[in-house]
C-alpha cells in the first residue's frame, strides 16, 4: 500500500531568509554555516556481489541516545536560522488575511431525523471539533473536542454506523496515525464508556453497532513490527472489550498473515446487505468470505488489478481493472456465481479513469476520467440495468467530483467544483435532474486576486520525447526574462496523479511573481496505467529526467533561470527531489524534500519493510536492486559538487518513511557540498508522515517558514516586482 497514499503530493507554502551578508558570499559562506558533527562509520552491505559503503547507518538507530542528541542539534540548527527568516510574517500574515476572509465550513455535514452533525474549525479557534445543531435550537452543541482525548490530540474524522445509532468519532495523538475512537450515542446525545486499545478502521456496515480495528505490536513509531502480527477484532457497542471477538491473525488466518514479500491485509470493506466481506493483500488480489467468521480467506479476484476499491449493489460488486486496459474498465461480478468470468460494463476509454474518484450512490455508480490527470469528465452507470451515460452537469473547471450524500438511500449528490487558481465550489443535486442547490455549510468567497492569475496545462518533451503533462500557475502579466522566482513540485509514484487542488499559499506567491508549478511525471497514474508502469523500478529514472526536462523547459522559455528555480515533493516523492538535484545540481537554486524516500536501498529494513516492492523492487532480486541502486539519492551525493540549498524535512513520528531516510541525506549533503549554500535537517517533533500536527496556526507558521527559505535561496529580492 503506497506510503503516501489517500493523501497524495500536496501543495505547499514558502518564503525567504536574510541572515546577513556574511552569511552567504561564494566558498566563503561553508564556514558559516557550522552544522553540528556527524561522524561516519565503517559500515556497508553486499548485494549481489556488489558492496555499498553506508557511512552513515548508524543514524537508522532511532532510539539510541547520540542519533537522538544528533536530531535534536540539527532540529536546534536549523531552527535558529529558518526563525530569523525574512517574509515569514508577511506569508503568515498573508494567509491569515485570506482565511479570516472566508466564512466559517461546516466540513462533512450529515442529515440525521430533525439534526445535523459536521465538523468545523472556527476562526478563533486552532483545533476542530464536532457538533449537532437541532432545527429547532439556534446553537448547535459541541458533542466532541480534541481535548476529550488529551491534549496532544486533533479530531481526525468521524463515521455514522449503517443504523444511524452512532458515531465513531477518532483523533490522532500528534503525529501517529492511530486511530483513537469515542462513541457518541445519537439517541442519548452523549459519548458512550466504549474504549478500545488500537486503531479504530471503520463500521461494519453489514451488521448494525459493531466496528473493526487493528492492534499492533508496537505503536512506537521507531520500532519494527512485521504486519503478520497484527490482530483485527470487532467490537459491539456497549459491550466489554473483553467480548471483542478476533477475525484476523496469524493464529485464525496464517493464510493471508504469513507473507516473506510486499503483501499484506490493508483493510477490510464490508456492504450494507451483503452476507460477504472483502480485504485486499495487494493491488491485484482480492480476497473473500462469509461475513463475520474466521473462515480462510478465498481468492476473487486475481491479476485482474483491482486497486483498493470495490463497490456493491444487488449481490453484485462492481471495480475498476487495468487488466488489458491501460487506462481501466470497469467490471462486475455477480457473487451468486463467483468463479465466473467478470463482465465489462464501462469499456476502457481514451483517457484513464480517476479510480480514487469514483462514488456511488443508491442506483448509480459514478466514474470520473482525466484528461492528463487535470480535466475531469465523468460517466454515469445506472446500476439495475448497467446503462452508461454521460454526466448531464456542467464540467466547466479543472476537476469535476461527485460524492454520494447517501448511498444506502438515495441518488442525492454533492459536486465539487475545483480549480487550481480560485476557491472551490460546492453545490447539492439529485441525479436525473440539473438543478443544483449552493451549499449552505461549505461557502466560499472568490479569490480577490483571482483575476491577477492564469493557469497554463502544457505538455513538455522530455529527453526520450515523451510528452509530460506541466501544470504553470502564474500571473496574467509575467514578464518572461528569466527573473522570476519559480517552484516546480512533482511525485510520480504508485499511479497516483497530482490532481487539480486550490492552495491559498501558492496563489499567494503567484500573485507576487512566483511562477508555481506542477510535474506530472512517469511513475504517477496521470496517463494511465502505462504512465504509472512507465515510473518504476528499473524505469523509475523516468520520473526525475521528466522532472528535470521540465525544469529545463521553464528555464529556455523565459519563466525562470537556475538561480531562481526551486523544486519540491513529499514521500515517495523523495525519490524524485533526490535525483532530480543529485542528477542535475546546475538546474537548482533550492529543493524541499519532505517525509521523503531518499535512501531506497536500505527502505526495506524499516517499518514499513517490502511493502512498496511492487513500485520500487527489492534487494533480494537483483534487477530491482540495480534499479534501486539508481534510485537511491543518499549514494549519489558526491564530494566537492555544488548542490543547491536544501531544506529536508522529517516528522518524527513519521512510521511510513522513517527519519533516518532524511537524516542520512542531510547528513551526506551538509559533508560534501561546495556550493556554500545551506543543507538544513528540520524535524517536526510533533509531526508524522503529513506535517505538523499541533494546531491550525502552528502548521501555516511551519509551511510560511519553509517557503520564505525557498524565496530566500531563489533570490526573491533580485526577481522581478509586480503590483
Not at 329 to 345: C, E, F, G, R, S
Not at 365 to 376: A, E, Q
Not at 443 to 470: H, Q, R
Request: proline share 4%.
Amino acid at each position: 500500500m503506497p506510503i503516501g497514499h489517500t493523501t497524495k503530493f500536496k501543495s505547499m507554502t514558502r518564503q525567504i531568509f536574510l541572515l546577513t551578508l556574511l552569511l552567504y558570499c561564494g566558498h566563503s559562506a561553508i564556514a558559516q554555516f557550522n552544522y553540528p558533527f556527524t561522524k561516519t562509520v565503517d559500515s556497508a552491505d553486499t548485494w549481489h556481489n556488489v558492496t555499498v559503503k553506508d557511512p552513515y547507518r548508524w543514524l537508522e538507530d532511532l532510539k539510541k541516545a547520540e542519533v537522538i542528541s544528533w536530531f535534536k542539534a540539527q532540529a536546534n540548527f536549523t531552527d535558529s536560522v529558518l526563525n530569523k527568516l525574512t517574509y515569514t510574517d508577511m506569508l503568515f500574515n498573508e494567509q491569515e488575511k485570506l482565511d479570516v476572509a472566508q466564512p466559517e465550513q461546516k466540513r462533512g455535514a450529515r442529515r440525521i431525523g430533525n439534526s445535523v452533525i459536521y465538523n468545523q474549525l472556527k476562526q478563533n479557534e486552532s483545533k476542530i471539533k464536532v457538533y449537532r445543531k437541532y432545527d429547532n435550537e439556534n446553537s448547535p452543541q459541541v458533542i466532541a473536542s480534541s481535548e476529550m482525548w488529551g491534549e496532544n490530540y486533533n479530531i481526525y474524522n468521524y463515521d455514522i454506523d449503517p443504523s444511524e445509532k452512532y458515531v465513531a468519532i477518532y483523533a490522532h495523538e500528534g503525529g501517529k496515525e492511530i486511530n483513537e475512537v469515542k462513541i457518541y450515542s445519537i439517541a442519548e446525545n452523549k459519548i458512550l464508556p466504549d474504549k478500545i486499545i488500537g486503531s479504530y478502521k471503520g463500521f461494519m456496515n453489514n451488521q448494525n453497532g459493531v466496528f473493526y480495528y487493528a492492534q499492533r505490536p508496537t505503536y512506537d513509531p521507531h520500532a519494527i513490527y512485521s504486519h503478520n502480527d497484527e490482530v483485527y477484532k470487532t467490537h459491539i457497542i456497549g459491550t466489554d472489550t473483553v467480548l471483542d471477538k478476533v477475525i484476523v491473525s496469524k493464529q485464525t488466518n496464517p493464510e493471508v498473515m504469513s507473507y516473506t514479500d510486499e503483501r499484506y491485509v490493508w483493510e477490510i470493506q464490508t456492504f450494507k446487505g451483503c452476507n460477504y466481506e472483502f480485504t485486499w493483500i495487494s493491488s491485484s488480489e482480492l480476497l473473500y468470505r462469509k461475513s463475520g467468521t474466521t473462515n480462510k480467506w478465498l481468492n476473487l479476484l486475481e491479476a485482474e488489478d483491482v486497486g483498493y476499491s470495490i463497490y456493491y449493489y444487488n449481490n453484485k460488486i462492481y471495480f475498476a481493472s487495468s487488466k488489458n486496459a491501460p487506462n481501466g474498465q470497469i467490471k462486475m461480478l455477480d457473487l451468486n456465481n463467483p468463479t465466473a468470468k467478470p463482465i465489462t460494463v464501462l469499456a476502457e476509454q481514451a483517457d484513464p479513469i480517476d479510480k480514487e474518484a469514483i462514488t456511488q450512490t443508491k442506483n448509480y455508480l459514478i466514474v470520473p476520467l482525466k484528461k492528463n490527470g487535470i480535466k475531469t469528465y465523468s460517466k454515469f452507470i445506472y446500476l439495475p440495468t448497467n446503462k452508461v451515460t454521460a454526466s448531464s452537469f456542467k464540467e466547466n473547471t479543472a476537476s469535476t467530483m461527485y460524492f454520494g450524500k447517501n448511498k444506502y438511500k438515495n441518488d442525492s449528490i454533492a459536486i465539487w467544483r475545483v480549480s487550481w487558481a480560485n476557491y472551490p465550489q460546492l453545490t447539492s443535486a439529485a441525479i436525473g435532474s440539473t438543478k443544483e442547490i449552493p451549499s449552505k455549510n461549505i461557502v466560499f468567497n472568490k479569490l480577490p486576486f483571482a483575476n491577477n492569475l492564469i493557469v497554463e496545462e502544457i505538455e513538455v518533451p522530455s529527453y526520450d520525447g515523451t510528452l509530460v503533462p506541466l501544470t504553470i500557475i502564474r500571473r496574467k502579466d509575467l514578464k518572461l526574462n528569466g527573473n522570476n522566482v519559480a517552484i516546480v513540485g512533482g511525485y510520480g509514484a504508485y499511479g497516483d496523479a497530482i490532481s487539480p487542488g486550490f492552495s491559498e499559499t501558492y496563489s499567494i506567491l503567484a500573485n507576487k511573481g512566483v511562477v508555481c508549478c506542477f510535474a506530472h511525471v512517469r511513475g504517477g497514474g496521470e496517463k494511465g496505467e502505462n504512465w504509472h508502469i512507465g515510473g518504476t523500478k528499473q524505469s523509475k529514472p523516468n520520473s526525475w529526467k521528466d522532472f528535470n526536462a521540465c525544469a529545463e523547459y521553464l528555464i529556455a522559455k523565459g519563466y525562470t533561470s537556475p538561480a531562481h528555480l526551486a523544486c519540491e515533493g513529499g514521500s515517495a516523492g523523495g525519490i524524485l527531489i533526490g535525483r532530480a538535484i543529485t542528477e542535475r545540481p546546475d538546474l537548482w537554486a533550492c529543493a524541499i524534500p519532505e517525509v521523503g524516500v531518499l535512501n531506497i536501498l536500505r527502505f526495506e529494513y524499516s517499518t514499513a519493510g517490502k511493502t512498496q516492492a511492487a513500485d520500487f523492487g527489492t534487494v533480494d532480486n537483483i534487477n530491482d536492486f540495480f534499479s534501486m541502486l539508481e534510485s537511491d539519492a543518499v549514494l549519489h551525493i558526491q564530494k566537492e559538487i555544488k548542490y543547491p540549498a536544501m531544506l529536508v524535512i522529517t516528522g518524527w513520528e513519521d512510521q511510513r518513511t522513517s527519519s533516518w531516510q532524511c537524516g542520512k541525506f542531510a547528513a551526506a549533503a551538509q559533508n560534501a557540498t561546495a556550493s556554500g549554500k545551506p543543507v538544513l535537517l528540520k524535524v517536526n517533533y510533533n509531526g508524522g508522515h503529513f506535517g505538523d500536527a499541533t494546531d491550525k496556526q502552528t502548521a501555516m507558521k511551519e509551511q510560511a517558514k519553509k517557503y520564505a527559505f525557498v524565496l530566500w535561496q531563489c533570490s526573491f529580492d533580485k526577481a522581478n516586482k509586480y503590483d
